[in-house]
């Protein structure tokens, strides 16, 4: 098998190696679910062609032509570091069931910041840019009786006794939850009344994502080959639906929420568009597949997907963070308050499509929020 194959059969809905991933028996925990795909898919590793073996190997080398003074100290290995990269998220989670939570956050960060950020460096990655994304906000009163920018941007850090413990976000911790359509935000609510809700489109200018989906690209390099393949088991835990979406704890919470930690110790920096694989380290945040968006088929699509943006300023007893606010541009508020609430969902969601998209009349302007230190 090449790697070229083995890609594209990652791509291809319905296999059992492929999202959405749930729970095919009840017995079984997170841990052996998603061990139990880490072994099926080690067997295709293993299946690949010296060919395509030696191509990975040589991957990063050959983007980083011109861009010498950036080349690791360390080697490409692929199968080396695939091996690495599974035997380090199984002691994290096998930490995370002892209850060590900060002994396994250590040992991941330990494990992409060494040797010069050499696994941080090499995880795929995704450039945003001029693109809308959505949020949606439930029966909430505008602040001081108006609505301002902040209504719809993160929770405040004076409520942050009220952020819960969501997949990339844990408690109190108020991560900001961005979804690629007004579609796939709604889903993400529940499939709520049109009429109760508010939503605003933001509009990122050039952001870099830690890419926990699958790749974007039409024709990849062979560096985007070796990225997603060699972290595959990462972005398989990190996808897996909640057994128990009822039960305060969520194993299936534990890897995605270790990578925003890990995230958020190293912010992007400086302009990710200039530069090659490699030549920067830092993410604003990281886009991910959504686990309730009923619509499967499109891998690729960004509008199924949806982003998680860590604020950096989290000492601040009021207001947002600034930098954070000031990566994106957002339109005015606006709600669905004309909208029945006897309507169905099929309804809904055909008002939703003629809201849906980008209009190039549409009226941005900078998120006006303020912080407190």
């Known amino acids: 098998m090449t790697h070229q194959e083995l890609y594209q059969e990652l791509l291809t809905p319905k296999s059992d190696l492929v999202y959405p991933f749930n729970y095919d028996n009840e017995s079984k925990?997170?841990?052996?679910?998603?061990s139990d795909l880490v072994e099926k898919y080690k067997?295709?590793?293993y299946s690949l062609s010296d060919k395509s073996i030696k191509t990975l190997d040589q991957a990063f080398e050959k983007a980083l032509v011109g861009y010498e003074e950036y080349m690791p100290a360390r080697k490409h290995d692929f199968k080396a570091n695939f091996d690495e990269i599974c035997a380090t998220i199984k002691k994290a989670l096998k930490l995370c069931y002892m209850n060590c939570y900060e002994e396994a956050y250590a040992s991941l960060f330990s494990f992409f910041v060494e040797d010069d950020c050499f696994y941080l460096k090499m995880l795929p990655r995704t450039l945003v840019a001029n693109r809308p994304f959505y949020r949606i906000r439930l029966d909430f009163k505008p602040s001081k009786g108006k609505r301002q920018d902040g209504d719809?941007?993160?929770l405040p850090f004076h409520l942050r006794?009220?952020?819960g413990s969501t997949r990339y976000g844990f408690l109190g911790y108020p991560v900001f939850y961005l979804a690629g359509s007004l579609q796939t935000a709604w889903y993400?609510?529940?499939c709520p009344d049109l009429s109760s809700i508010s939503y605003a489109k933001f509009r990122a200018k050039s952001i870099s994502l830690l890419d926990l989906g699958y790749p974007i690209?039409?024709?990849p390099e062979d560096w985007d080959?070796?990225?997603f393949l060699v972290f595959y088991p990462l972005i398989?835990?990190?996808?897996?639906?909640v057994k128990h979406p009822n039960d305060p704890f969520k194993p299936e919470y534990m890897l995605p929420q270790l990578m925003t930690k890990v995230i958020r110790e190293i912010p992007q920096e400086g302009n990710p568009e200039i530069g090659e694989p490699s030549t920067y380290k830092g993410f604003a945040g990281i886009i991910y597949m959504s686990t309730k968006s009923p619509h499967k088929g499109n891998l690729q699509d960004l509008a199924l997907r949806n982003l998680a943006l860590f604020p950096q300023n989290t000492e601040c007893r009021e207001g947002y963070d600034s930098k954070l606010s000031s990566m994106f541009e957002m339109t005015d508020i606006k709600t669905f308050s004309s909208c029945s609430k006897s309507i169905s969902n099929e309804e809904s969601l055909k008002i939703i499509e003629e809201n849906d998209g980008y209009c190039s009349e549409e009226e941005f302007h900078p998120i006006n929020v303020t912080q407190k230190e």
């Open 43 to 45: 067997n295709k590793i």
């Open 29 to 34: 925990n997170y841990f052996d679910y998603w």
């Open 236 to 241: 398989m835990g990190c996808l897996i639906s």
């Open 161 to 163: 006794h009220k952020a």
């Open 225 to 227: 080959y070796y990225s």
């Open 217 to 219: 690209q039409k024709e």
């Open 152 to 154: 719809l941007f993160h």
């Open 188 to 190: 993400e609510m529940d």
